[in-house]
């Protein structure tokens, strides 16, 4: 099975990309005893897409991909040079070409390639990986053409022996086996005298028997990863072992271990001692003004963090390592202080009045708002001063790093010394999750409408818009509120990935926002600011996307991962399908199937207005329905609408399940509910809808 093949030479890559960018640059770096050492003449970076294949499933995806690393491999001063499908003629060609026209020792060379791979197995035993041109052929229909044509690994070490630049880096966005490389995990050195050693450096995306999807993890986290969070020791440079570390820890992380990016350096004693540099942009240029406390010195943003009320005791004092490499990146640093949860109002507004408050607090239960009684005594809340009250801006998502497994609430203090900082960290650019990403057979003219829609919808959602909502509104749609009151005002907005196909699609979308003054429904009067991820359900409506569904619900966000996340959301006993929008993307077909028309629509069981009573034994009740009949119907999704949101549960035919959604997997309020009966073309249908009070 052909898969899409993630293989990366650090060095190689780098030099390539740098070179074509901007011929002559040189790179110097620094030591710890401040001793300067040349690094590079040039870089010169050959950056390399296949999406169009020939005779191999498309990667349209890779094109955003290419054109984004090529730009970065620029704004790094190298010189760049871009192939969009290239032939296995013109491929080799511009291989050759990178090889012999780098003839400076001083140069460095990058390869990036994202595109199928292959693995071979040879009769020893061994194997041997291959990156694809366009016109290559499945192996199993024709292996001698496809041998002609693929680049293997032996190609590959052949160009790094042959280049006479001190440093090589190769990157492949492909899955396989067989390299030419030894695997490291040692603690990446700073940058020294031994780094500007020669070189050969590799890093893949994953190996042999796993897929890399079409809209890349592992890019998205080398984005990451060169912006300087993958700069372990903070010298400010990372080299390509921070990078794959870096790229091993988080992308098997946010795959949820499905993926496995390997790195290492050629099997040669001359070509294994250096190490290739990137230089992060805060090593070059100093931070912005107008936000520092003093010049060459980096403005510091001072959090308070409180324990429970319930177990005593102070949090974890560490900050947490995004957030450090976060405000690194932006030229801040993050100083925190712990507390434990008793007489901590007091010790605020004492703080308030010596004007020392913290820029950010942090707690893991409202009883230190609101007040509370415990078995440990009765707090006092900060809410009790009005004055507090008004000051505590609550932060929605771009400080949720700071919660533990529990989850938490964080705010800014309006009256701190240091909130304007403050303020621009906790509304710097937000960043989708890697992990919610996923296939589409979405055709390339409707994209760009999907993605536009996905965007309208948020913007009117988020901004309490009723008119714009109403023009791309699905007429079966069950929401018709907004996300906040007041309005929000909205920075921007992103498509992070779109899922399904030409019928039904999951739009992912994250928001920079903020909400001036109270907000209806929470206890703290200073307003709302941050990022919200939100999820726009779209579905054909004749020859048109309409918005069936949008919100920010955890839950049904939740569902776009491909394996379950770790972060409390869903409950273990839960009998609902925890990844199903990427489960359901991949079973609906590109054409085809059933009509909507042909489909039978669930039956409800439970009766309007009804909250079910629980079984004997049971803590909450089921709300029931019977599931459509139709052999074409591939899912159901069980739909609650509540006040400003939406919850969905998804359940899959093949298994052995009851249409019921327990009452404990729902919050308090006024519901309506009803069932979707999907369809494998993508089409569905819609079970009248009932209401309850929860």
Known sequence: MVRRAVLTTASFLAWSLAAIAQRGVQVIVTDTQGKTIPLYRAVHALVVGVGKYQQLPQLPGVYNEVEEAGSLFKELGYEVTVLHDPTSANLKKALNRLTYDVSDPNDAVVIFFAGHGYT????????????????????????????????????IREYALRTKAKHMLCIFDSCFSGTIFYASRSIPERVSYDTAQPVRQFITAGTEKEEVPDVSIFFKTLKRGLAGEADVNRDGYVTASELGMYLQDNVEKYSANAEHPQYGKLLSPDLDKGDFVFVMKATRAAPSEGLSGGRGIAPTIHVWSVGSPHTGGKPESTVPLDIKLQAGRLGYQIEMETFEAKGFAEKFFDAVAQKTEPDILTIDNYGIIEGITTKLGSFTGLASSKSVQRSLINVSESLKDFEGKQGGWEFL???????????????????????????????????????????????????????????????????????????????????????????????????????????????????????????????????????????????????????????????????????????????????????????????????????????????????????????????????????????????FTDRDWTGRVSAGELYGGSYHWRIWSVADSGRLVLSESRSFKY
């Open 413 to 651: 203090v309006s009256t701190s010394q240091n909130n304007k900082i403050a303020r621009a960290f906790a509304m710097r650019k937000p960043e989708c999750d890697p992990a919610y990403v996923g296939r589409s057979s979405v055709a390339a003219a409707e994209l760009d409408t999907v993605k536009q829609m996905a965007v309208s919808a948020s913007y009117a959602y988020l901004t309490c818009n009723s008119v714009d909502m109403r023009k791309i509104s699905d007429n079966g749609r069950l929401g018709r509120g907004c996300l906040t009151d007041p309005p929000a005002k909205v920075a921007s907005s992103s498509v992070c990935g779109v899922l399904g196909n030409q019928n039904l699609v999951f739009v992912p979308t994250i928001d920079a926002f903020e909400v001036e003054g109270k907000v209806a429904g929470r206890p703290e009067a200073g307003g709302q600011l941050g990022h919200k991820t939100l999820l726009a359900v779209l579905r054909k409506d004749g020859d048109r996307m309409k918005l069936l569904t949008i919100t920010d619900d955890p839950i049904s966000i939740e569902q776009l991962a491909t394996s379950p996340h770790s972060r409390g959301y869903l409950r273990p006993y839960a009998s609902f399908e925890t990844t199903g929008i990427s489960r359901l993307s991949g079973l609906l077909r590109s054409g085809g199937g059933a009509d909507s028309q042909s489909v039978v629509p669930a039956a409800l069981v439970t009766p309007d207005g009804t909250y079910p009573a629980p079984e004997q034994g049971k803590r909450f009740g089921d709300f029931i329905w019977r599931p459509s009949s139709s052999s074409s119907v591939v899912c159901e999704v069980a739909e609650f609408e509540y006040g400003r949101s939406t919850r969905l549960f998804f359940f």
């Open 120 to 155: 071979e197995k040879l009769v020893d035993g061994s194997q041997l990986g291959y990156i694809l041109p366009v016109d290559c052929p499945l192996y199993d229909k024709d292996p001698g053409k496809f041998v002609d044509l693929a680049v293997s690994m032996s190609n």
